[in-house]
């Protein structure tokens, strides 16, 4: 019974361990500055055609381990979307909650990095856990007005 309970336990480390790396490499990723609404708008002002091709998502909250390992999850699948080339895809919008908490500067950061896996240019809306304690700030900073 302890010999089975062992590898159990070993089992579920593991496998935990193997989940988690794609968020550990996230993280150890250099931060490069991403463009701002502002910056990216202005790149849209050049789109031929009558419309915009866009895909929607919000509550990221990036910054917590187990809410970046999902959002990778989800950038993998946002980055295939084009691969039926029914119509162009010309940008991506975050409808809110960019951040986990309070709108951290580590947050920021982390959102960064993950934002710079887009194939598309991303726009961001501020939900609550970005205006949260003084957040705001940062969203301008890292993001710009919404």
């Given amino acids: 019974m302890k010999r089975a309970f062992r590898i159990l336990v070993i089992a579920i480390v593991a496998a ?6 794609p968020v550990a490499l996230l993280y150890l990723r250099k931060h490069v500055r991403q463009p ?24 990221n909250h990036a910054g917590f381990i187990f809410d ?14 084009d691969r039926f080339k029914k119509l162009p895809i010309d940008f991506v ?22 934002r710079s896996m887009i194939k598309w240019p ?12 003084g957040g705001w700030r940062n969203f301008n900073k890292y993001i710009g007005s919404s």
């Fill in 68 to 81: 970046d390992s999902a959002f990778l999850k989800l950038i993998r699948n946002m980055n295939r979307e």
């Fill in 16 to 21: 935990s361990l193997y989940s988690l790396t």
């Fill in 36 to 59: 701002t609404n502002s910056e990216t708008v202005e790149k849209l002002k050049s789109n031929k055609g009558g419309y915009f091709g866009f895909i929607v998502f919000g509550d």
């Fill in 122 to 133: 991303v726009i961001s809306a501020m939900g609550n856990h970005d205006y949260q304690k």
């Fill in 93 to 114: 919008a975050n409808m809110g909650d960019v951040t986990f908490s309070k709108g951290l500067e580590s947050d920021y950061v982390t959102y960064d990095k993950l």
